[in-house]
């Protein structure tokens, strides 16, 4: 008796996957990479494959870039309109914090074609974001701030006639850097699952969030050159095209984004069981011809120098960086000199799990799918779940035992004992809701912390079962959860995922030493995004988008290569 | 109309999930007691109204856990000790599909309890576990066949006892109902309403809404310097 789960068909029952043991630790997953399958890559090929065309219908802005830009998108399935708000930001107001007020930029995506009328409810509403009310038309709602120094820089290359200094470029690699960016239902927006049915074109996870940062993206580079341009008319010129690939759009990610990986395991067990259906099909059926041991040596070429390419304040981040830099040398030397009797890449990932560290190990995987979409792409609409936690409520207890005996060993293992085990708690603050983390035995807070303990909470149920066994025998779940009602939700959460190939996030959240920024990592890769730059570890700073093509691109022809992002050779 | 607020079905979500956890905390499901309110409003049966009037019971921590009576395998009978059925709905359903799993038929009969109209919403999750269900309210009797995601609600021949009853064969309701073609609400009329929902949002009083976020407030920690620094810089 199992409840609802992912139906695999016989060949991918078949393949041999990596075991959760494995793959579900929370310092491993803190160490993905973006791979083909990351949102904003399925994005774009959609992108370049429809050839969505994307223009102004209207360009309003003043000579410092302020004013309104609404960008009509058209795609086989409808129309959209992107909006954008730019205007003056006092600096001392500009924070990534979410409890930010204000902004350098907001913008919403919304359906259709904005008239006058429209245009004004979003004036009044989408540079407010939170404190404002927008509709069901609305699918996304964000907001940007300018990278100040670098902002500065580009436009003081561009009007005097020269392009900008890489080497400064590279330091921080974008211009606009996202705050927030908000969909599903928030502030009235249309919920997920008219996104879903309604709008097509989004009907993968984050898909309008991801197109949201690609137009921010492209704002940035178009206001950019509209500013250099007034500023010194005669001698302005625009932002290289290559340059312009190069740079991304930056993204600040907090302790926001972990609840949600703990609030949607099922959601996150799709995630990376499809990742490593894709690795275990390459793994199984891959053949290292000369080709593609041709293109391995590229790509490991490139993300060494991606690697270096790093700017990071972040002692830690930076030793990170390095060894997984010299690692990867090391496995392409190792490679080389055994590239003849390499007959399949499971000798190359056993090497380096031998080898090598579990960031180069994860490197290493990722370069493997971006060598073989052939065997990776057909599994994107995979990505997608529909999320229900239901109750089997006729399971015997005995078999709920079972099931946490199996699938929660990790969490039955856990030593909840030492004071320090449970040294932290996470709550929401009064200010605009934001999670925090806070020190248990000395700050206020802790009887209303969130639900983030899955480990604790199974164990407790666990101890509950077995006495509730011994005391009154091996009723149904229902029956002990009529006299828990404590349990019920952990019970619910543990049929469903016991019947997926993944299940939890293996870790203990409340330790003293617990670090939410793996969690973040984990969830910002599937999103696509690279050039971690972690500010403490609560919070990291990230680039999206960085190597993509241009809007201008859409119709020319495009080779899915642009992960590990370099810079490009020409320099101001 | 001024004096409401559109929102999302999740946002609507969102929030009563944050009004149940202000009022248990981690003591009950409030996932699913918030799932047990959106679906009452989505469907047309103004569930924010109902857990409005409920907060008093809500709201009192003093009031005994139910007790629950097992006259046969099949036959329960559940004494709610006043509290509503928006706290103890979802565990009927469990105990209606656990005994009708092993009897193929389960009744279980319920006493002292409020918010009765939220017994209904047993049925859809009755009908996915591939039963059939009646729920026999104080003036209405809801119907569901398996697969179906709404009730059909009849008028109630006369005031009585509530009763949840899960099948796994058909359901002859004529004991309860006077006529059967005289649907108060059909399976159409609140699909079209869920519809129109995930279209437009939902709309409620914006005093309703501002007594839920008033609850919800609850679960937040003043903000301090401490706190600050527990979010980064």
């Known amino acids: ?572 | 109309m001024a004096d409401e607020i559109n929102l999302s079905r999740n946002e609507l979500w969102a929030l009563l999930v944050k009004v149940f956890e202000a009022l248990f905390g981690h003591r009950r499901d409030y996932y699913d007691m918030a799932r047990t309110v959106l679906w009452l409003e989505c469907h047309g049966h103004k569930g924010v109204k109902q857990l409005l009037e409920s907060l008093p019971v809500l709201e009192n921590g003093s009031l005994p856990e139910p007790t629950l009576a097992e006259i046969s395998d099949a036959h329960l009978v559940m004494d709610g000790s006043g509290r509503s059925l928006l706290d103890l709905g979802p565990s009927l359903s469990d105990l209606a599909i656990a005994c009708a799993s092993e009897n193929d038929i389960a009744r279980i009969d319920i006493l002292n309890v409020r918010s009765s109209a939220a017994l209904m919403v047993a049925l859809p999750f009755i009908a996915r576990q591939r039963f059939n269900g009646v729920a026999v309210g104080l003036n209405t009797v809801c119907v569901t066949a398996l697969g179906t995601n709404c009730p059909t609600i009849f008028n109630k021949l006369s005031e009585g006892q509530l009763s949840l009853i899960c099948t796994r064969d058909g359901i002859d309701v004529s004991e309860y109902v006077e006529d059967e073609r005289s649907v108060l609400k059909s399976v159409e009329m609140q699909t079209e309403f869920f519809s129109a929902s995930l279209e437009n949002g939902i709309n409620i009083l914006t005093s309703e809404f501002e007594a839920l976020k008033d609850v919800a407030a609850n679960i937040l920690v003043e903000a301090t310097e401490a706190s600050r620094r527990g979010a980064g810089e």
């Open chain 1, 1 to 572: 008796m199992v409840s609802p789960a992912i139906h695999y068909h016989a060949k991918e029952k078949a393949l041999n996957c990596r075991p959760a043991n494995v793959v579900m630790d929370l310092a491993r997953l803190g160490t993905l990479y973006p791979y083909p399958l990351s949102f904003m890559r399925c994005l774009v090929r959609r992108i370049m494959r429809e050839k969505w065309e994307i223009k102004h219908s209207i360009f309003d802005l003043g000579a410092e870039g302020h004013g309104e830009v609404v960008y009509q998108i058209s795609t086989p399935n409808g129309t959209y309109s992107y909006v954008v708000f730019s205007k003056f930001l006092d600096p001392a107001k500009r924070s990534d914090r979410v409890i930010a007020e204000d902004w350098d930029l907001t913008v919403t995506l919304t359906e259709g074609v904005v008239d006058a009328d429209r245009l004004k409810f979003l004036r009044e509403n989408v540079p407010l974001q939170e404190m404002g009310r927008v509709d069901s038309k609305c699918i996304v709602l964000s907001r940007a701030n300018k990278s100040v120094r670098n902002y500065k820089n580009v436009i003081e290359a561009l009007s005097n006639g020269r392009q900008p200094n890489l080497d400064e470029m590279a330091k921080v690699g974008y211009l606009y850097r996202t705050t927030a960016v908000y969909g599903s239902g928030k502030f009235g927006m249309a919920d997920w699952e008219k996104v879903r049915v309604k709008y097509r074109d989004f009907a993968q996870p984050f898909a309008a969030e991801m197109f949201s940062c690609f137009l921010i993206r492209q704002f940035s580079f178009e206001k950019t050159d509209w500013v250099a341009k007034h500023k010194a008319p005669d001698t302005a010129v625009a932002l290289d095209d290559s340059i312009k690939r190069y740079i991304g759009i930056g993204n600040a990610t907090g302790l926001g984004m972990a609840p949600y990986l703990i609030n949607h395991p099922l959601l996150i067990a799709n995630w990376i069981e499809v990742r490593e259906m894709a690795l275990a099909e390459i793994l199984a059926n891959a053949v290292p011809t000369e080709e593609k041991c041709g293109h391995f040596e590229c790509y490991v070429l490139k993300a060494k120098q991606h690697l270096e390419e790093i700017s990071t304040d972040n002692a830690e981040q930076n030793i990170i960086n390095d060894r997984a830099g010299r690692e990867i040398t090391k496995c392409l030397e190792w490679f080389n000199l055994n590239r003849q009797i390499i007959t399949d890449w499971s000798q190359v990932t056993t090497h380096a799990a031998e080898n090598y560290g579990v960031e180069t190990q994860e490197l290493l995987n990722a370069i493997l799918t971006e060598l073989y979409p052939e065997h990776v792409l057909d599994l994107e609409d995979r990505l997608n779940v529909t999320e229900h936690y239901d109750m089997v409520p006729q399971m015997k207890l005995s078999e709920l035992k079972l099931q946490i005996e199996e699938h929660y060993d990790w969490a039955l293992a856990l030593d909840f004992t030492p004071q320090s085990s449970l040294g932290t708690f996470w709550y929401r603050s009064a200010e605009k809701e934001e999670p925090r983390l806070g020190q248990r035995y000395n700050e206020p807070g802790a009887e209303k912390e969130m639900m983030m303990c899955i480990a604790r909470d199974v164990q407790q149920c666990y101890e509950d079962v077995e006495k509730y066994i011994r005391d009154a025998g091996d009723k149904t779940t229902a029956f002990f959860a009529f006299n828990h009602p404590d349990h019920r939700y952990i019970i619910r959460r543990i049929q469903t995922m016991s019947a997926t190939r993944y299940g939890e996030v293996r870790a203990n959240l409340l330790d003293d030493d617990v670090l939410p920024i793996h969690l973040l990592r984990c969830k910002l890769s599937f999103f696509g995004v690279g050039k971690f730059d972690p500010r403490s570890k609560m919070w990291v700073r990230n680039t999206m988008f960085q190597g993509a093509p241009l809007i201008s691109d859409i119709g020319e022809d495009f080779g899915d290569h642009w992960c590990f992002p370099i810079r490009p050779s020409v320099d101001g």
